[in-house]
């Protein structure tokens, strides 16, 4: 499975983005989709999941009401809707795919390039 991350670049406190995930390969329904981050000098932290076939989603605290994640099952895509954007949330995103999901980095089996989002104040 390869997955293509896009739609980062630099934004204004408050702006919005919207970043867009592509899979490819031997992509399977069962599969977890997530977007990650990682700031400078910090661990790679986890985002937000949604399940591929029910669309089931889960959200970090600190996103819940200003990111939303959603899937194009014909495109094969994932996206994440970013709102609201805090200098805080400056960081490389990244997309995942795994059979188990959630919020853990071990549960995903394939990772995107990441794409860079920076918010300035």
């Known amino acids: 499975v390869q997955l293509q991350a896009s739609g980062g670049g630099l934004v204004q406190a408050g702006g919005s983005l919207r970043l867009s995930c592509a899979a490819s390969?031997?992509?399977?329904?069962?599969?977890?989709m997530g977007w990650f981050r990682q700031a400078p000098g910090k661990e790679r932290e986890f985002v937000a999941a949604i399940s591929w076939s029910a669309g089931i989603t889960y959200y970090e605290d600190s996103v819940k009401g200003r990111f939303t994640i959603s899937r194009d099952n014909a495109k094969v895509a994932v996206y994440l809707q970013m709102n609201r954007l805090k200098p805080e949330d400056t960081a490389v995103y990244y997309c995942?795919?795994?059979?188990?999901?959630?919020?853990?980095?071990?549960?995903?089996?394939?990772w995107g390039q990441g794409t860079q989002v920076t918010v300035s104040s």
């Open positions: 995942a795919a795994g059979s188990s999901g959630g919020s853990m980095r071990s549960n995903y089996d394939y």
């Open positions: 390969g031997r992509f399977s329904s069962t599969y977890r």
